[in-house]
């Protein structure tokens, strides 16, 4: 494949997994073209920079499904779908992945309308409105769950899993099943790329806790919150044991470190957490459309490689209690973690791609059939 485009933003849910596919496009095609179609105000144009891909800003909005006959939505859609054609003029892609995310629905829409092969991708169990509209015009749906409610055409749809990096994946064959060094369990606290409040707030409540045990903490906070939860580790006495930030970089180096990841149910996170074989504290966020973080964290907890306690229950609960009562138990964590590892789908990204090829070369066959007839 000699150009390809994906598009996706908002959160790292939907970005991650277009970075991942974007690394196995980049091994098969070391000279290939990759563009980044995002939004303005999302942490996707950072993170495709950093990882060598070309990106482009639209100006896009989460209006999708509500407002797309008004003024403004006219605007802002015919400034996108204009940025995006003359791009694909310029640069002839193969094909397009949209990865869902209101930044995700413009480039294939231009491509569907430019007859110019496209996918998307849904990372979880009920798609959202991006992906529910473009389901009908694009040319293959793939899919991190079996789409059992019949969202998409069945003959479009593909099951690919949900791709993972492949820094991250590179811990599934070389980790060890280690016990925590100096009996200081490693506790990864994650709020996605955004923060969770409710998270935040269930360990600030349980700081004194946690400064009694013998865990070191490494919590990703969000930008919102840093400071205040910053200080109140502070004021608890943590010290060396506690790593703060508002957003962790290197995921891979983190999951690596962790014994155990305190985090929501979002796809992405349970692709990687299944990846690498860790086992987790699936807090789900309780207004997640259609609920769908409570059915991903009820697939792990029913596989055994999860813990899942629902954010009212924070609230009635010690945090640091609830994490201690479950490591203190012998052997749980490697338990959770082996049968975390073995729901895993690490071939994901390199599905997806495999489809990808066969919609690019389908593509030019038809072109080389026109030139034939024309000659």
């Known amino acids: 494949m000699r150009c390809v485009v994906f598009a996706t933003g908002g959160t790292g849910g939907h970005i991650f997994p277009a970075l991942a596919v974007a690394e196995e496009v980049r091994r098969r095609y070391p000279d290939a073209d990759l563009l980044f179609f995002g939004g303005k105000q999302g942490p996707e144009g950072r993170l495709a920079r950093a990882a060598g891909l070309e990106f482009h800003a639209l100006p896009a909005k989460g209006v999708l499904g509500r407002g797309l006959r008004s003024a403004a939505s006219l605007v802002w859609l015919s400034r996108s779908l204009a940025a995006c054609w003359w791009q694909f003029h310029k640069r002839r892609p193969d094909v397009v992945l949209g990865l869902g995310g209101y ?7 231009a491509a569907t309308l430019s007859r110019i092969p496209c996918a998307i991708h849904e990372q979880n169990s009920i798609p959202g409105v ?3 509209i473009l389901g009908k015009r694009v040319d293959r749906v793939f899919v991190s769950f079996a789409d059992e409610h019949g969202f998409f055409p069945n003959n479009k749809v593909v ?14 064959a070389s980790q060890s099943e280690r016990l925590p060094r100096d009996a200081e369990h490693r506790v990864l606290i994650l709020g996605g790329s955004q923060g969770a409040k409710g998270i935040n707030a269930a360990v600030v409540q349980a700081l004194p806790s946690f400064a009694r045990s013998q865990m070191q903490l490494w919590h990703q906070t969000g930008a919102r919150e840093f400071a205040d939860i910053q200080a109140a580790y502070t004021e608890a006495g943590l010290g060396e044991r506690a790593c703060v930030e508002p957003f962790i970089e290197d995921m891979a180096k983190a999951y690596e470190w962790a014994d155990l990841v305190v985090c929501r149910a979002g796809a992405t996170t349970i692709a990687e957490l299944t990846a690498v074989g860790k086992p987790s504290v699936l807090i789900p966020f309780p207004h ?31 945090l640091a209690r609830a994490i201690g009562d479950l490591v203190d138990l012998p052997g749980k964590l490697k338990e959770m973690g082996r049968a975390a590892k073995q ?21 030019r066959k038809k072109k080389t059939f026109k030139y034939s007839r024309s000659t």
Request: avoid cysteine; charged fraction near 20%; hydrophobic fraction near 40%.
């Open 103 to 109: 930044a995700g629905f413009v480039p294939p829409l």
């Open 159 to 172: 099951f690919t899993g949900n791709p993972v990096r492949r820094e991250i994946l590179a811990l599934r």
């Open 343 to 363: 729901i895993g789908r690490p071939e994901a990204a390199a599905k997806v791609v495999d489809q990808l090829e066969e919609l690019a070369n389908t593509r």
């Open 130 to 132: 991006t992906n529910r």
């Open 288 to 318: 997640a459309t259609h609920n769908h973080q409570q059915r991903n964290a009820a697939s792990l907890e029913a596989a055994g490689a999860a813990m899942v306690l629902g954010q009212h229950y924070l609230q009635e609960v010690n």
